[in-house]
């Protein structure tokens, strides 16, 4: 028998920290390869918890919750990546092992320190200009000039906490600042992007890299609606993507999948738009479309497994459905290539993701 060191063995228990869809297809691929598996979320209807052994109901830093979570996983990993910095502090002086590490949570939780970190690198992103008052705002507008888009540094998801500033006026700064509630924020430059791409990147604890071929995105109104995957990129533009998301990994230490957003110019240039510490929307397609998809990779990743392959074995169009459109499951059902995946959410509230599917086409030569 081939034994692995330092790897856990089937029937070792993974802690998930988080109870959405991404959590819930996360405990069905520990499951399959023979973990126990162990949520925390503080929502009491969650989606993952009916796919796992073990639910926690309790707020992310309530230290009760989290000893017990401690002494019942032997590694701990998250599906979202606000995960409070006081939930890895208490694991930490646990001794819970967490996977990834807190340094990746804590660059992906901030818009500027993400991009700083980033070009420290060598990862190139838009220009940009941390801002936290409307002085800081005026400045960052005159140098970076409009149409521009101002974020808040932290909290932003499927296009939230976002506005465009279409020119200098004061009065304009002014009221962009104050939507977005006056919080610490950032203002990008404009990518001039033909589309959007990303990267789900896994790595070991040995510190072997494995990236999957790119996702093409196309969000509506902030929210990923489809991805196809493989993208139609030139071979030197996968390269690029394959190595700026390995320099991403490397240098964070990181174990785990990652997914790494990125816009591609007109020029074939990749400008990195963010990085998700966890388990992506855009590499859903990994699913259906390959041996090994994301949600098995992150465990393999985190429990010290070899990683597996990662080539497409088909061509994937994923579309989330949002809100209402999982009512249609029944036609969907009955449409021959399309593998529905359903979240078992509650209610379809207008946008929310409730499902997605994965139609399969003949791998383009
Ligand atoms: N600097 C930018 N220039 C042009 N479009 C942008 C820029 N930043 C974000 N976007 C658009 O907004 C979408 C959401 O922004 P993103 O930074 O990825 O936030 P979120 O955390 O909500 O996903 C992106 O996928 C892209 O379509
Ligand atoms: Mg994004």
């Known amino acids: 028998m081939k034994t692995i060191p330092h790897a856990?063995?089937?029937?070792a228990t993974?802690?998930?920290?988080?109870?959405?869809?991404?959590?819930?297809?996360?405990?069905?691929?520990?499951?399959?390869?023979?973990?126990?598996?162990?949520?925390l979320t503080p929502e009491a209807e969650n989606c993952a918890g009916p796919v796992a052994g073990t639910v926690l109901i309790a707020d992310y830093t309530d230290p009760e919750a989290l000893a017990r979570l401690a002494s019942l996983a032997q590694v701990v990993t998250f599906e979202f990546e606000n995960v409070p910095a006081k939930t890895l502090e208490i694991l930490g002086g646990l001794g819970c092992q967490v996977a990834p590490g807190a340094k990746a949570l804590a660059v992906a939780q901030d818009r500027v320190d993400e991009k700083t970190f980033l070009n420290t690198h060598g990862v190139p992103t838009v220009d940009f200009a941390p801002v936290s008052s409307l002085a800081d705002l005026v400045e960052a507008l005159a140098r970076i000039g409009a149409p521009a888009l101002l974020k808040t540094r932290r909290d932003g998801y499927d296009g939230k906490g976002q506005v465009w500033i279409e020119n200098h006026d004061r009065a304009t700064a002014e009221a962009a600042f104050i939507g977005l509630g006056a919080k610490p924020c950032i203002l990008e430059a404009p990518a001039a992007f033909v589309r959007e791409v990303s990267v789900i990147a896994a790595r070991g604890h040995d510190g072997?890299?494995?990236a999957y071929p790119l996702g093409e995105n196309h969000h509506e109104s902030g929210i990923l609606r489809r991805t196809s995957a493989p993208a139609r990129v030139s071979p030197a533009?996968?390269?690029?993507?394959?190595?700026?998301?390995?320099?991403?990994?490397?240098a964070?230490?990181?174990?785990?999948?990652?997914?790494?957003?990125?816009?591609?110019?007109?020029?074939g240039q990749l400008l990195v738009n963010e990085i998700a510490p966890r388990v992506h929307n855009t590499g859903h397609w990994t699913l259906d479309g390959c041996e090994v998809d994301q949600f098995e990779q992150h465990i393999r990743a985190i429990v010290g497994w070899p990683l597996g392959p990662t080539h497409a074995l088909a061509q994937v169009e994923m579309t989330?459905?949002?809100?209402?459109e999982i009512l249609d499951w029944g036609n969907l059902a009955a449409e021959a290539e399309a593998r529905l995946w359903i979240y078992g959410k509650g209610e379809p509230r207008p946008g929310r993701k409730m499902g997605h599917v994965n139609r399969l086409f003949p791998l383009k030569p």
Request: aromatic share 4%; charged share 15%.
């Open 8 to 11: 856990l063995h089937p029937g």
């Open 14 to 39: 993974i802690g998930i920290i988080g109870g959405g869809q991404l959590g819930r297809m996360l405990a069905m691929a520990a499951a399959r390869l023979g973990f126990e598996t162990v949520i």
């Open 208 to 210: 072997e890299v494995a």
């Open 237 to 250: 533009t996968l390269d690029q993507a394959q190595t700026l998301a390995t320099r991403i990994v490397t």
């Open 252 to 267: 964070l230490d990181y174990v785990g999948v990652m997914g790494v957003e990125m816009f591609e110019l007109a020029n």
């Open 320 to 324: 989330n459905l949002l809100g209402g």
